[in-house]
C-alpha cells in the first residue's frame, strides 16, 4: 500500500506562489507515474501536471503551462507542484495521485486505479 500526504497549500493573491508537496511512503514509487489534480465543488477532477517516475515528461494542462512546474525528489520519495502567477481560477482542492503508466500520464485523465492523498486547499484572491 501507497500512503500520499499533501501539503503547502494556503490562502495567497494573483500573482503569488505556493510549493505543494506530496510525501509517498509505504513503499518506494518507482516506476509508473505521478501527478497532481485539482477539483473545485460541483466540478470534475482535472489533471494538472504529471510526470513519468523515470523519464520526467508527462503532462500539463494548457491553463498551468509556463505558470506550474512539477518535480520530484526520489531520495525524499515526494512530489512537488511549484505554482508561480497564481490566478483565481487556480483556486480548487489539489490532490496528488500516483498508478501505474498509462494514457492518463499524457492526457491529464484521472487514473481508473491507483493512490490518491487526501488534497490540500489552495485559495487565490483577486
Known amino acids: 500500500q501507497v500512503q500520499l500526504v499533501e501539503s503547502g497549500g494556503g490562502s495567497v493573491q494573483a500573482g503569488g506562489s505556493l510549493r505543494l508537496s506530496c510525501a509517498a511512503s509505504g513503499k518506494t514509487i518507482s516506476s509508473g507515474c505521478m501527478g497532481w489534480f485539482r477539483q473545485v465543488s460541483g466540478k470534475e477532477r482535472e489533471g494538472v501536471a504529471i510526470m513519468y517516475i523515470t523519464s520526467g515528461g508527462g503532462y500539463y494542462a494548457d491553463s498551468v503551462k509556463g505558470r506550474f512546474t512539477i518535480s520530484r525528489d526520489n531520495a525524499k520519495n515526494t512530489l512537488y507542484l511549484q505554482m508561480n502567477s497564481l490566478k483565481p481560477d487556480d483556486t480548487a482542492m489539489y490532490y496528488c495521485?500516483?498508478?501505474?503508466?498509462?494514457?492518463?500520464?499524457?492526457?491529464?485523465?484521472?487514473?481508473?486505479?491507483?493512490?490518491w492523498g487526501q488534497g490540500t486547499q489552495v485559495t487565490v484572491s483577486s
Open positions: 495521485a500516483a498508478a501505474a503508466a498509462g494514457s492518463w500520464c499524457y492526457t491529464g485523465v484521472r487514473p481508473t486505479v491507483g493512490y
